[in-house]
């Protein structure tokens, strides 16, 4: 429901619509989100603190961050959506598909010192229809359990079922596991998007990922590798280095391998027919101030995407370490961290899509004979 | 006070002309890269369109084939020579002490170069890039500086730097600009040409943060009887790159022959490439993808590897012999690492025991096809130490690399410069003195003040003048002082003093002309009984001088002196 900008259309509106309590539907704020313990930080953080300043609920809905999802909801101009929480290739492909709405980074606040949002915030976080809020990064964690003698260390570890045995749960989706097992071969990073933009490229990608399709369990819901890992039901996931730590620090077993860790950024957006985009920038504004974010930190390791958000940032309560060394951005991290191409991701998520469902169905993702060049 | 002079001008150019060559390549870098990516060639910009398969089909067939047309437009309406420069310009600049050519013909070479490599063209970017750094260091000699031979010095500092940048190795780039380039080792050179090469990987690596170019994981070389394969691989190698020399050669005699004007032949060569590409997408541009995959097992079949070295072998002969302006160092790299991983498949499948996998034959093959076709086994070595920082690499490719130049030196030359240039005329085998010497010419040095009479003199005046001169020769010419023949003592005592000159005298069976350098002229005089042989204009016919025998040795001595000196000189 457009809020009413003037008089008379808030007279009609009130003519209209008489005591069904529109002023109670006006103030809420739906907010699409990821779930599990990342959703709780955002309580602490952003919800809570958002309804207790401005009297508007927040309500909340789950999606898995697909694509695909996003634009089934977003296509038809019929949303109940106000901000998107989205990884920055949604973020790019959803702008350039003009499902989202750009945003005028002056709506940001500055930092405590005064110092303006734009040179507050880190190189490349002010997309054009998107804020980036945080750096998180898809990591390969273990349960120690399952290899009391030597433990894996290396990306190419994950895929040596011979030294380290037990079954792998890795995301439904074609992003991140290719990395991985085209640089189980070797390849330099810096070559690495290059060379999956071959055929020859992802083929041995998923030729990789065919030694091991047996031992291989799939995920949707980003809440599940910490869980399958902590009940024991397999050896090794892929995930987010938040959620692993959060697993941790409840006392399970999951030790997280570093190398070639993925990062990239988690953006606010809003729907580029969304029935209150004020409101939603006047949430992303809220939710982007230093305090705030630094205060989701505290609740989940994923690197603020604000040089004042990560001053402020102290010891972690329950583990007594730096809050900055577990951030997938800490220095001892990023020896060997790799970051995500979201513009390579976003151009080639058809393309990726198509390969994972061939290969999905028939063990070879060019069984459709169009493959890429 | 002379010699702090030097040091600091020297020290100051070198700087200057690194930081000017090093940003050149990367701009050059990025020049090709930007048109690769919107011209379709590079795979990550091939893969968005992925769904559409005819716009990808017609860039690749279109890409190459247009560029090649722009290019030799570009070449034969903007260029004086109506050609593209490569190494072997600058060589030729610097071992003949010739000047190079124009900085704008240059420029629109290089520019053409950038353009052919960004359409896809098989060719290589480090030759335009070397050349783009020697041109840079012709231009910092050009300064008055009071400096005697700054220019072969200058230009080495170019291609130094340019080379350093190129590869993010220093020491390659400053043993390439000796090896290729200065073909001597001295201080003079020595020392600005490491302050260039040293400025351009500063610039590489600490100021843009380029990445390196090829990084690949080796444990060692797990048997040592791997080292007769390596031995054998490089002998196999030289016959590889000699095939590819052979046939750059004979695409360039077949070109020659073509009535087809120049302009319009590299646009032939960019429709083979696009033709070819359709099915081998590799055969593309530098392939930097391809030189990645052939080093992991398994990443290619053994029939896409022989298929892939040919096509990319005819298809660089092609595009270089058709006049797309380009080096053939990066697709010799291409070509050495599949015959090198196709080997290295063989051997592990033939041989009756164990290999240490298919990188070090990769690599080995790499630089074993690399070296004879640029015919510098130091440089190529010390490439591999300095891009894969892997000393057993290193020196598994050391053993590959000199058993390849060695076979290819006898059964071809020294490099595809060096034979490139000899068909030019100059002989780079005869050593540095003997470039100079081809390159210097006897007008120079021929004696002007000498004994002439008119061929109407009659013998008996002439005898009179026999006595008073210290010559023995009179030169015979006619009223315009056209040269009729030469006439001895002997002549004049033999024949009655009536006699007119222009009877008695002799033609010289040896006759230079203004086109005539002190090399040739050694060569004639060896046979050559008198006291000088006739310079004439080889238009008119006119006598301009003569040319002692003394005054030949005297030009060797003084040019031998002085390269000498100069390689014994520090600054």
């Known amino acids: 429901m457009k809020r009413p900008e003037a008089l008379p259309a808030l007279v009609l509106g009130l003519l209209l619509i008489p005591a069904s309590g529109p002023a109670a539907e006006d103030e809420t704020l739906t907010v699409v989100s990821w779930g599990g313990v990342y959703e709780e930080s955002q309580r602490i953080a952003y919800f809570d603190p958002f309804e207790e300043e401005t009297g508007i609920e927040v309500e909340v809905v789950e999606y898995d961050g697909n694509f695909e999802g996003l634009r089934r909801e977003l296509e ?110 070797g390849v330099p990073r810096s070559q690495l998007y290059d060379l999956l933009s071959t055929r020859r490229g992802m083929d041995l990608a998923f ?138 991701y976003a151009r080639t998520e058809a393309f990726r899509q198509r390969l994972f469902d061939n290969w999905l169905a028939e063990g070879d993702p060019f069984t459709d004979s169009k493959g890429g060049s | ?53 005819l716009l990808v089909m017609a860039a690749t067939i279109l890409a190459p084939t247009l560029g090649g047309l722009v290019v030799g437009l570009m070449l034969s309406r903007l260029i004086s020579q109506g050609r593209g420069f490569t190494p072997p310009d600058a060589i030729l600049a610097v071992q003949t002490r010739t000047p190079m050519p124009s900085f704008r013909d240059g420029m629109v070479s290089s520019l053409a170069a950038a353009l052919s490599l960004g359409a896809g063209a098989s060719v290589g970017q480090y030759g335009p890039m070397a050349y783009l750094g020697a041109q840079i260091g012709a231009l910092g000699a050009r300064l008055n500086l009071g400096i005697a031979h700054l220019q072969g010095v200058a ?95 004979a695409c360039q005699n077949l ?51 022989a298929l892939l070295v040919a096509a990319k072998i005819v298809l660089t002969a092609l595009c270089l ?97 060096d034979v490139q240039l000899l068909k030019r005329g100059c002989d780079l085998a005869r050593g540095r003195d003997g470039a100079i010497l081809s390159h210097t010419c006897l007008t120079d040095y021929m004696v002007t003040d000498y004994p002439r009479c008119d061929r109407k003199d009659s013998l008996g005046s002439l005898r009179a003048r026999l006595r008073e001169q210290s010559w023995d020769t009179l030169f015979v010419t006619d009223a315009a002082g056209q040269y009729l023949g030469t006439i001895t003592a002997r002549h004049i005592l033999e024949q009655e003093s009536e006699c007119t000159a222009g009877e008695a005298c002799v033609r010289s069976p040896v006759i230079f002309d203004e086109t005539t350098s002190i090399r040739a002229a050694m060569d004639s005089l060896v046979d050559f009984l008198g006291e000088a042989a006739p310079v004439i204009s080889a238009q008119d016919g006119r006598l301009i001088g003569v040319a002692p025998e003394g005054v030949v040795i005297s030009a060797y001595l003084d040019i031998s002196r002085e390269l000498r000196r100069e390689e014994n000189e520090a600054a």
């Open chain 2, 321 to 417: 012999g058709f006049g797309f302006p380009g080096g053939v160092f990066s697709p010799s790299l291409l070509i050495g690492i599949l015959f090198g991983a196709l080997f290295g498949m063989i051997v592990a499948q033939f041989a009756p025991f164990h290999t240490s996998g298919i990188v070090v034959y990769a690599i080995c093959g790499m630089m074993a096809v690399t070296s004879p076709v640029i015919g510098a086994p130091l440089t190529t070595i010390i490439v591999v130490f300095e891009l894969t920082r892997s000393y057993p690499l290193t020196i598994a490719a050391m053993v590959s690399v000199v058993f390849a130049n060695l076979v290819a030196f006898r059964l071809f030359g020294r490099s595809i410069f």
């Open chain 1, 76 to 185: 038809n101009g019929d949303t109940e959506w106000d901000v998107i929480d989205l990884v920055s290739a949604n973020a790019r492909r959803g702008c350039s598909e003009g499902l989202l709405r750009p945003i005028d980074p002056d709506i940001l606040p500055p930092a405590p010192d005064g110092t303006p949002a734009r040179e507050d915030f880190i190189e490349g976080a002010l997309l054009r229809c998107a804020v980036v809020q945080l750096v998180f990064s898809t990591v390969v964690a273990y349960d120690e359990r399952a290899f009391p003698g030597e433990k894996p260390t290396t990306i190419e570890d994950l895929f040596d079922t011979q030294r380290f045995p037990g079954k792998r749960a890795f995301r439904k989706m074609p992003g991140a596991i290719l990395e991985w097992a085209l640089l189980s071969y």
């Open chain 2, 155 to 249: 230009i080495g500092c170019g291609v130094a730097a340019a080379i350093s940048t190129a590869f993010n190795a220093p020491i390659a780039g400053l043993v390439f600009a000796h090896e290729v380039i200065l073909r001597h080792y001295s201080l003079r050179a020595f020392a600005p040409t490491t302050v260039a090469a040293a400025t351009g990987y500063v610039f590489a690596n600490v100021v843009f943060e380029r990445e390196p170019l090829f990084t690949v994981a080796f444990e060692g070389v797990k048997h040592s009887y791997e080292f007769v394969f390596f031995a054998l691989e490089g002998i196999l190698c030289a016959f590889i790159a000699i095939a590819f020399m052979r046939l750059i050669l």
């Open chain 2, 255 to 305: 070109s020659d022959r073509m009535s087809l004007p120049f302009a319009f032949r590299p646009m032939l060569a960019g429709l083979a490439v696009g033709l070819v590409a359709l099915e081998l997408p590799e055969v593309m541009g530098i392939g930097y993808e391809a030189l990645r995959f052939a080093t992991i097992e398994g990443a290619f079949a053994g029939y896409e590897l």
């Open chain 1, 207 to 344: 030729r990789r990922l065919q030694e091991i399709r047996e031992d291989i369990v799939w995920w949707q819901d980003p809440g599940e590798p910490a869980r399958l890992l902590a009940e024991g039901e397999v050896a090794m996931a892929s995930g987010f280095n938040g959620r692993f730590f959060e697993e941790r620090t409840q006392g399970s077993p999951i030790s997280i391998i570093w190398d070639n860790q993925i990062l990239d950024y988690d953006a606010w957006a809003i729907p580029a027919n969304s029935d209150q985009p004020e409101l939603a920038e006047q949430f992303i504004a809220f939710a982007t101030q230093p305090e705030r974010m630094a205060e989701q930190v505290r609740h989940i390791p994923y690197g603020p995407s604000r040089h004042s958000a990560m001053r402020r940032l102290g010891l972690d309560e329950r583990t007594l370490a730096p809050i900055t060394s577990q951030l997938p951005t800490a220095e001892h991290h990023l020896g060997t961290a790799i970051w995500e191409d979201s513009e390579w």
């Open chain 2, 1 to 53: 006070m002379q010699a702090l002079y030097r040091i600091t001008v020297l020290a100051l150019l070198s700087i200057a002309i690194g930081t000017l060559a090093s940003l050149a390549a990367i701009g050059f870098v990025e020049l090709v890269a930007w048109l690769n990516d919107v011209l379709l060639v590079a795979p990550r910009a091939r893969i968005v369109w992925e769904t559409r398969p």
